[in-house]
């Protein structure tokens, strides 16, 4: 009996051992073909001048000018290791990584605030392994050369908030008629979840829904620390 089990926990350790070696190789593979996209995408137009391009948009928005709370939502619900991670946050791609295994599909990416501003600029939104290598690549290039407020101001002043909304200047002068600066700490939550799925969350199309998903936000910003239940309470009663 013991025999019969010595071999069969070998057996299980050379599967194990295979199924790495298959997995190493794969990535190996992805990684390299992800390499290129990412260098020839920076090279047909470099990281300096997409961001030259974006500041000089109208109405962009430098992270000063951008309420506190705001900075505080995004980040509680989009990135929370934003200021600690170095472009890439392994654990939330280990556990994006383990989901998508379960489902057998891509349900998550665990994209960083800086990957999903690469991938924004460079990259299609098809999933696959090799375009996450390469806004993996592109994300590092970008931490190299930016600080995080640049990074996170280049992100907000981008993205896409529905109603034809894109960069929080607009967002925040077509829902509500103001600048960034002047939002109430409401309005600046609100702003923090369209994103995430800006056509279902429009506050011209679905205000209902997008009061759901600031609900959500704040609970985040709950769990970060970022603010208290109370302080949650108060702001989700002034919307």
């Not at 050379?14 to 190493?24: G, K, R």
């Not at 020839?40 to 430098?62: H, L, W, Y």
Request: net charge negative; charged share 20%.
């Amino acid at each position: 009996m013991k025999g019969i089990l010595k071999g069969f926990c070998k057996l299980i350790l050379s599967l194990f051992s295979i199924l790495l070696v298959i997995l190493l190789l794969v990535g190996t593979w992805f990684g390299i073909k992800g390499y290129q996209m990412y260098r020839d995408a920076v090279e047909e137009v470099p990281i300096s001048e997409k961001v030259a391009s974006i500041r000089s948009t109208s109405g962009f928005t430098e992270y000063e000018d951008l309420p506190t709370l705001y900075v505080e939502a995004v980040i509680s619900v989009e990135d929370k290791r934003f200021w600690s991670h170095h472009g890439v946050d392994y654990l939330a791609i280990a556990r994006a990584a383990w989901n998508d295994v379960r489902s057998l599909s891509f349900v998550e990416g665990g994209s960083t605030i800086t990957q999903q501003l690469m991938k924004n600029q460079y990259f299609t939104q098809d999933k696959n392994f090799e375009r996450k290598f390469a806004e993996i690549f592109a994300a590092w290039d970008m931490e190299r050369a930016y600080t995080k407020e640049e990074i996170f101001e280049l992100y907000v002043n981008t993205i896409y908030f529905g109603s034809g909304y894109y960069g929080i200047h607009d967002a925040a002068q077509g829902y509500f008629g103001k600048d960034p600066a002047g939002l109430t700490e409401s309005e600046a939550v609100m702003l923090a979840g369209l994103p995430n799925a800006p056509s279902v969350y429009s506050l011209d199309a679905n205000p209902a829904l997008a009061r759901q998903r600031m609900r959500q936000v704040l609970d985040s910003m709950v769990d970060c620390g970022a603010i208290s239940q109370t302080e949650s309470d108060r702001i989700f009663a002034g919307a």
